[in-house]
């Protein structure tokens, strides 16, 4: 249960006595004051007098339309906060917030925002006099988000909890909290992911599948990748938050609410592993081991095991980091999760020792008091997540002033600019995929970068660009951010132990965006001698590929798996932005045969072999439980051999090979980790510009690379590589880590293999990476285009 803290204080009052002599006036009775009620747990509605259950009960889960009546009718009886809807989810459904403060606070609202924007873009302050006031001021913004990945089900509900203890407790401590912060709950990232489990949940409690993930996307195109989104901006969710709170309210903490597996650590906080980031202002790396370490110093202190601080999770990729490039600090917390709702008994010699950083079953400097195993529950996740929320917004308070000047420090710092780092980057306009530069710039002037434009030509490096080039002065308050999104990765070799396996990255290397959208972006290292405009907008994108409208375009089934691979969401996505027709295909589909009667292309998105062939266990209800298998196989076989084109992305290559026999050797297969690893990086692509697939495309190209395939063509009768890998292996990494990567030099990326009368397009790489890799999209929009209607 949780266990709000009990804090005692003694007052002492003094009455001064009149000094002697004075006359002695008759008493007044004071006009009687009219005082607001006071806050009374009473009158605060409770979670469970609306949701029907306590937070936290085993087996009980409320979906969104329940919680969002519970947030308007807490905000409609406290004036300790206030109810906001910020837009609509990629479904339709609310996307709401709280601001929960003092009612004094609240009531000056807009004054703290304008507040907060003069520290957060110091360049408009005259004088030190001016800083200082604002500084004195100011309060301490935070914003917590919750409930972003939606079967760490414990997000549901951990809002609620917390918001009514804020709206009720009348401690010292809560009010402190109210007096000096600001905070910015959003309940759920993804109200339709709330929804979309609960009902899974619901439906399958008292069966084999109680507690398993729904056999579908929780995020309709994202999945699990909607917290890899915090810079390139593709979904609506990111985008309404990014907009409306981020941008305007610049919080000097975000606070991450999530789950991790069953068998870790019962919670992860902050400082994070190595590496970090060589853009994100140490003083926040400061701020981000400071403020962890309190928190799990603090839930020590109330007697919770099992926390772990410096381990696991990484921070090097701003996908996940926003706020790291915009002057405040990003405090994940990972509760380890239970079955959904359902309690899970857990012995302590079950716990996984794969943990990097820490062995959950030995104390260490970072884990000094281990869970001993035992029964873990939906309410200890809740119990840990607000219990950890609410030291958070504690610390926030008592050094509100340290938050406020080291957020001012870190922007000044950027507009300055950083010892080392160019003053500036270019980008012409000339020879530009004109979807890619406007995705670009739209990415960075979202992420409130000023884009300017060269009034004259520009000689650059040897080169020349012409007047109106755009120009991105990396002195400015979030100069970081844009420097990390148009500069190569570097990340660093870390192996297990000196010429041993690699340290995995938690998410992927690289994200140079410039790369990846095919544009083309120069350092300057001096000053700039020209003159700039203003800052510009930038201009629009209008996404769109020619030959998939009219009677004369392709029938594509796009394969969706009810294992639910993240890369099919994504595939959509792209198909529904650049308005590419497609019908979803499911296995009883595909089994059913007669594919060619329907269909001239099949997408597989990138899945396992295995999960391709044997799909979900059988605990799962039917349709869903069960994959292609052998029948699928042969309906695909014979799709292909009726003139069909079967195309395959990344891993579901491996699938396709293996299954159906082709001509095509995967020189990866079996390949250990240190004999070859590249965890998510931008290989060079060199590409056959005669081949219809790479129509429209320049000789040299790239390849986001993912744990992928190489190929190599066994029979050159039946199979030609239209895009291989450089033969030289030092030109093959551009952008992240690759160890030996000699082992894909002059490799083929891109493969059509025959087969009867159709054929088979094996992509070695994710052309359509997490809706980023533009420069890739014609290479599989081309493949849907081989087979004629």
């Known amino acids: 249960m949780l266990r709000p803290q009990v804090l005692l204080f003694a007052l002492a009052i003094t009455v001064a006595p009149a000094p002697p002599g004075a006359a002695q006036q008759p008493r007044r009775t004071p006009p009687a004051r009219r005082r607001p009620p006071p806050v009374t747990a009473h009158r605060i509605p409770t979670p469970r007098s609306i949701l029907g259950f306590e937070p936290g009960d085993d087996r009980k889960l409320a979906d969104w339309p329940t919680l969002v009546r519970y947030y308007q009718a807490l905000a409609s009886a406290s004036d300790r906060m206030r109810y906001r809807e910020l837009g609509h989810s990629t479904l339709g459904a609310p996307l709401i917030a709280l601001a929960i403060s003092s009612p004094q606070n609240l009531r000056g609202l807009d004054r703290y925002r304008e507040l907060n924007a003069k520290l957060a873009d110091p360049r408009g302050f005259k004088t030190a006099r001016e800083s200082?006031?604002?500084?004195?001021?100011?309060?301490?913004?935070?914003?917590?988000?919750?409930?972003?990945?939606?079967?760490?089900?414990?997000?549901h509900l951990t809002p609620a909890v917390l918001a009514y203890r804020l709206a009720s407790d009348t401690s010292l401590a809560t009010r402190t909290i109210l007096d000096n912060v600001i905070l910015w709950l959003v309940p759920s990232l993804n109200p339709d992911g709330v929804s979309i489990v609960?009902?899974?949940?619901?439906?399958?409690?008292?069966?084999?599948?109680?507690?398993?993930?729904?056999?579908?996307?929780?995020?309709?195109?994202?999945?699990?990748?909607?917290?890899?989104?915090?810079?390139?901006?593709?979904?609506?969710?990111?985008?309404?938050?990014?907009?409306?709170?981020?941008?305007?309210?610049h919080p000097q903490i975000v606070h991450d609410i999530h789950q991790q597996d069953t068998d870790g650590s019962r919670l992860f906080l902050p400082p994070y592993l190595d590496p970090i980031e060589p853009n994100v202002d140490p003083l926040l790396v400061d701020g981000v081991n400071a403020l962890g370490t309190a928190m799990a110093w603090a839930l020590a202190g109330q007697g919770k095991p099992g926390i772990v601080i410096n381990a696991v999770y990484d921070a090097w990729t701003p996908a996940r980091a926003y706020q790291h490039y915009h002057g405040g600090v990003r405090i994940l917390s990972e509760a380890a999760s239970a079955n959904?709702?359902?309690?899970?008994?857990?012995?302590?010699?079950?716990?996984?020792?794969?943990?990097?950083?820490?062995?959950?079953?030995?104390?260490?400097?970072?884990?000094?008091?281990?869970?001993?195993?035992?029964?873990?529950?939906?309410?200890?996740?809740?119990?840990?997540?607000?219990?950890?929320?609410?030291?958070?917004?504690?610390?926030?308070?008592?050094?509100?002033?340290?938050?406020?000047?080291?957020?001012?420090?870190?922007?000044?710092?950027?507009?300055?600019?950083?010892?080392?780092?160019?003053?500036?980057?270019?980008?012409?306009?000339?020879?530009?995929?004109?979807?890619?530069?406007?995705?670009?710039?739209?990415?960075?002037?979202r992420g409130q970068v000023e884009i300017r434009t060269a009034l004259h030509p520009v000689a650059l490096g040897g080169q020349r660009f012409p007047a109106g080039s755009y120009v991105v002065v990396l002195r400015q308050p979030y100069a970081g951010f844009a420097k990390t999104l148009l500069e190569p990765q570097r990340y660093p070799d870390l192996r297990l132990f000196a010429g041993g396996p690699p340290l995995p990255p938690y998410d992927v290397t690289a994200h140079t965006l410039p790369l990846l959208m095919g544009v083309t972006a120069v350092p300057a290292r001096d000053s700039l001698r020209f003159a700039l405009s203003a800052p510009v907008e930038p201009p629009a994108a209008s996404p769109g590929y020619p030959g998939f409208a009219g009677p004369e375009a392709p029938r594509i089934g796009l394969y969706r798996s009810y294992a639910a691979p993240i890369d099919e969401g994504w595939t959509r996505?792209?198909?529904?932005?650049?308005?590419?027709?497609?019908?979803?295909?499911?296995?009883?589909?595909?089994?059913?045969?007669?594919?060619?009667?329907?269909?001239?292309?099949?997408?597989?998105p990138d899945q396992s072999p295995h999960e391709l062939f044997d799909g979900l266990p059988s605990q799962y209800p039917a349709p869903y439980a069960g994959g292609l298998g052998q029948e699928g196989v042969e309906a695909l076989r014979q799709f292909v051999t009726d003139g069909g084109t079967l195309v395959a992305l990344n891993d579901a290559s491996r699938f396709v090979v293996q299954r159906l026999l082709l001509p095509v050797r995967n020189v990866l297969e079996s390949?250990?980790?240190?004999?070859?690893?590249?965890?998510?990086?931008?290989?060079?692509?060199?590409?056959?510009?005669?081949?219809?697939?790479?129509?429209?495309?320049?000789?040299?190209?790239?390849?986001?690379?993912?744990?992928?395939?190489?190929?190599?063509?066994?029979?050159?009768?039946?199979?030609?590589?239209?895009?291989?890998?450089?033969?030289d292996a030092d030109k093959v990494l551009l952008s992240g880590w690759a160890l030996h990567p000699e082992r894909v030099a002059g490799r083929g990326a891109l493969v059509e293999a025959k087969l009867g009368t159709g054929r088979v397009v094996l992509f070695g790489f994710r052309p359509q990476y997490r809706g980023q890799s533009i420069a890739t999209y014609p290479l599989l929009f081309n493949s849907l285009r081989l087979t004629p209607r």
């Open 573 to 604: 996505w792209v198909f529904d932005t650049w308005k590419v027709p497609y019908v979803s295909v499911v296995d009883s589909v595909v089994r059913a045969g007669k594919l060619r009667d329907r269909f001239e292309v099949i997408v597989l």
């Open 132 to 155: 200082e006031d604002v500084l004195r001021d100011g309060k301490a913004v935070v914003l917590i988000t919750s409930g972003i990945h939606s079967t760490e089900v414990g997000g």
């Open 198 to 249: 609960t009902r899974w949940y619901n439906r399958t409690i008292g069966t084999a599948a109680e507690g398993t993930d729904p056999p579908e996307l929780y995020h309709h195109y994202t999945g699990h990748d909607n917290n890899r989104d915090w810079y390139a901006f593709t979904q609506i969710e990111t985008q309404v938050v990014v907009d409306s709170i981020h941008n305007v309210w």
């Open 340 to 445: 959904l709702a359902s309690p899970l008994d857990l012995a302590a010699d079950q716990l996984a020792t794969r943990g990097r950083g820490f062995n959950p079953r030995e104390r260490s400097w970072n884990f000094t008091n281990p869970w001993q195993g035992g029964r873990w529950t939906l309410r200890d996740i809740v119990a840990y997540q607000t219990d950890g929320a609410y030291a958070l917004l504690e610390n926030a308070a008592r050094y509100r002033d340290r938050w406020l000047a080291n957020f001012l420090t870190v922007e000044g710092r950027a507009v300055r600019g950083w010892k080392g780092w160019p003053y500036a980057y270019v980008m012409p306009r000339q020879h530009q995929d004109s979807v890619g530069l406007a995705t670009l710039l739209g990415i960075l002037h």
């Open 671 to 727: 390949v250990a980790d240190d004999e070859f690893y590249a965890p998510g990086s931008i290989f060079r692509l060199e590409l056959d510009a005669s081949d219809p697939i790479a129509r429209g495309l320049p000789p040299q190209s790239v390849a986001w690379y993912e744990s992928g395939p190489a190929f190599e063509v066994l029979d050159s009768s039946a199979a030609r590589i239209v895009g291989r890998y450089p033969v």
